[in-house]
T-cell receptor
């Protein structure tokens, strides 16, 4: 069965601190992993996907098949990074979301 | 301006009433999805449609119904059988394959 686990409901850091939002998945095939972000009063939008191997707004995520993880990282958090972050996996024509992690960056 | 439009933004339902949430897209995407977003539970899939005139149940389809008569439109009806309809509903569309999904602004449904 496809499953995405985000163990932290809330992650609170100070501005300038490193951030790591954890995501683990279970999937029998070769998954496609995504991170979506929802800023306050904005629609849910794609942040990045693993096949792109790019950095968006300073965030990166590496797919670790051995650990079945796709953690989202940023070396120096900014206040504008405060948002709800969802890890998602696509397979069998469906997108499966984790329960989300709220990132709160304080000044 | 391409995108997904959900309406209304806010909707109130009386006991025993069916209500329909609208979702329209002009992205020419084949697939469309309905999710329910509850605090602490993330997004849960209600129904999805890969092609016109065809749709499948998601993880929490009970109490909901959909139709896909046109490629651009995928309305969701919340029936009186849905005992806990208060939630934020998100519609999404997707191009073929494992492309990212594009989301609407959502509809917040409350019970009067």
């Amino acid at each position: 069965a496809q499953r995405v686990t985000q163990p932290e409901k809330l992650l609170s850091v100070f501005k300038g601190a490193p951030v790591e939002l954890k995501c683990n998945y279970s999937y029998s095939g070769s998954p496609e992993l995504f991170w979506y972000v929802q800023y306050s009063r904005q629609r849910l939008q794609l942040l990045l996907r693993h096949i792109s191997r790019e950095s968006i707004k300073g965030f990166t995520a590496d797919l670790n098949k051995g650990e079945t993880s796709f953690h989202l990282k940023k070396p120096f958090a900014q206040e504008e990074d405060s948002a709800m972050y969802y890890c998602a996996l696509t397979g069998f024509q469906k997108l499966v979301f984790g329960t989300g992690t709220r990132l709160l960056v304080s000044p | 301006d391409g995108g997904i439009t959900q309406s209304p933004k806010y909707l109130f339902r009386k006991e025993g009433q069916n209500v329909t949430l609208s979702c329209e897209q002009n992205l020419n995407h084949d697939a469309m999805y309905w999710y329910r977003q509850d605090p602490g539970q993330g997004l849960r899939l209600i129904y999805y449609s890969q092609i016109v005139n065809d749709f499948q149940k998601g993880d929490i389809a009970e109490g909901y119904s959909v139709s896909r008569e046109k490629k651009e439109s995928f309305p969701l009806t919340v029936t009186s059988a849905q005992k806990n309809p208060t939630a934020f509903y998100l519609c999404a569309s997707q191009d073929r394959g494992n492309q990212p999904q594009h989301f609407g602004d959502g509809t917040r449904l409350s019970i009067l």
